[in-house]
Structure formats: structure tokens, C-alpha cells
């Protein structure tokens, strides 16, 4: 049975205050409104995830997830955070591959391989992100580029290690452009991925695996988003810094 679950990704944004209040509002929306079986998971900027843990501990509707993690276990690397780091701080998963480390860091197929495989080695769940730009979008080879990403990444994975995983479809061209993938469009992809998964690991494995919508996700388009079938969920960007918008997102299953 595949979880249905929220991320919210706060990306480079929050004073270390602005924050902890923004976990406490969640923390009281949360027991007082939703009721349904839902994980809900936080990625905050790394200065957070201590504190932001100790407010979410005791809610078991809430988790801790972290943005990144080097894909070396440790090291002569200034600068960065590596899995076993952000398992020490009780982070329960890690965001892997997302579109901005893709494009500004130029993070490789094989440096999110190794990523994954750290994580998974330091008992963090990677969300693994995928999709494609508006120009492979509109060349029509979107398919064969959001499975390669997938393949190249994930499918050295033994069926025990890869059934860990949870998969992001970001159509990048929907992401912070007031755009978004019609809940048709979400459907098709993440049916594709499904059966590209199904591929390779058999149907078991791949209709447990949560697939999340990672493109523009709002409290007035989650309730559409997430009645697809195969839409298990949402990796929430700009509406995540909102407590009262992702609440309702949240609400929307």
C-alpha cells in the first residue's frame, strides 16, 4: 500500500525564527485539522533541522526531511553535509536530484547514484526528483528523458533497496512560473514512470512506490492533482512557506 504523502521544500528561505514559527503553525493546523492517513514531511535549510525536530517530535504525522546531501560519506569538503550527518540530526529523508541542484550544480546521474546509495546506507528515504524543461517538454521526448534520469540514477538498486524509494516528478517548466502540468498531464507522467518502473522490478514493487507532483502545487489545484491515480502526493515549493497553504494542501487528499 503506497503512502500518501506531502513534502514541503523550503529551499534557500526562513531566518532560523521565521522557521521554527512557521513548524509551530504547522505543528497546531496539523493536530487540529487533518485527520486523514497522510505523511506530511519538512525540508528545511539545514540550520533548522535540529529544532525543527524537536517541535515536530510527538506528531506522528510529521517527519523530517533534509534538501541535499553529498555524495561522498565524508571528507575534505567544505561546505557540505553528508547523509550520516543528517541521520544524526534525525532527518528521516533527504531530497535527491531536485531540478536547482540539477541546473545550477550540474549534479550527474552518478553523483545522485552514489547520493542514493548513502542514503539508503544511513537509513534516510531519498525522494528522488525527476522531469523534464519546457524545450524537451515541447521536442515531445519528455518520457524518454524523465525514464533515463530514472534508470541512470535508481536502476543498480537491488528490489529491497529501490522499493525505498520515493519518486518527484517536477515538470520544471511548472515550477515557479505560475504554470502547471494539467492534472492530465500529472497523470501521464506519472503513469509512464509507474510502468517504466513496473519494467524493471515487477508490478508489486511499483504500485507501492509513492509518486509525488512536484510542479506548482496549490491548495486550489491539490484536491485535482491528487485524485489522479496515480499521483500519490505532492513535493511542495513556494506554498510550503505558507502554514495555512500547505495545510490545505495537505487537507486535499
Not at 536530484?97 to 537509513?123: I, M, P, T, W
Not at 500519490?232 to 500547505?246: E, N, P, Q, T
Given at each position: ?11 534557500m528561505?526562513?531566518?532560523?525564527d ?19 492517513d497522510?505523511h506530511?514531511i519538512?525540508?528545511?535549510p ?7 525536530k524537536?517541535?515536530?517530535s ?15 560519506a ?5 561546505g ?20 536547482e ?33 519546457l ?10 528523458y524523465?525514464c ?40 501521464e ?24 507532483y512536484g ?11 491528487f485524485a ?20 490545505d ?5
Amino acid at each position: 500500500m503506497r503512502k500518501k504523502i506531502v513534502a514541503g521544500n523550503w529551499k534557500m528561505n526562513n531566518s532560523l525564527d521565521e522557521g521554527l514559527k512557521l513548524t509551530s503553525e504547522i505543528v497546531n493546523m496539523v493536530a487540529d485539522e487533518v485527520r486523514g492517513d497522510v505523511h506530511i514531511i519538512l525540508a528545511p535549510p539545514f540550520i533548522h533541522l535540529t529544532q525543527v525536530k524537536k517541535l515536530i517530535s510527538g506528531v506522528d504525522k510529521l517527519h523530517l526531511g533534509a534538501q541535499n546531501c553529498n555524495d561522498n560519506a565524508q571528507g575534505a569538503f567544505t561546505g557540505e553535509v553528508s547523509a550520516s550527518m543528517l541521520a544524526s540530526v534525525g532527518a528521516q529523508y533527504v531530497i535527491v536530484g531536485h531540478s536547482e541542484r540539477r541546473e545550477y550544480f550540474n549534479e550527474s546521474h552518478k553523483q545522485l547514484a552514489k547520493k542514493v546509495d548513502l542514503a539508503l546506507e544511513n537509513n534516510l528515504t531519498p525522494i528522488f526528483c525527476c522531469g523534464e524543461s519546457l524545450e524537451i517538454r515541447e521536442n515531445g521526448l519528455f518520457k524518454e528523458y524523465v525514464c533515463n534520469q530514472i534508470g541512470d540514477s535508481l536502476f543498480h538498486l537491488h528490489d529491497d533497496k529501490f522499493s525505498k524509494i520515493v519518486i518527484a516528478y517536477e515538470p520544471i517548466w511548472a515550477i515557479g512560473t505560475g504554470k502547471t502540468a494539467s492534472s492530465d498531464q500529472a497523470q501521464e507522467m506519472h503513469a509512464t514512470i509507474r510502468e517504466f518502473i513496473a519494467e524493471r522490478y515487477g508490478g508489486e514493487i511499483s504500485e507501492n512506490m509513492s509518486i509525488l507532483y512536484g510542479g506548482s502545487c496549490k491548495p486550489d489545484n491539490a484536491k485535482e492533482l491528487f485524485a489522479c491515480k496515480d499521483v500519490d502526493g505532492g513535493l511542495i515549493g513556494g506554498a510550503s512557506l505558507k502554514s495555512r497553504d500547505f495545510t490545505d494542501i495537505v487537507k486535499s487528499f
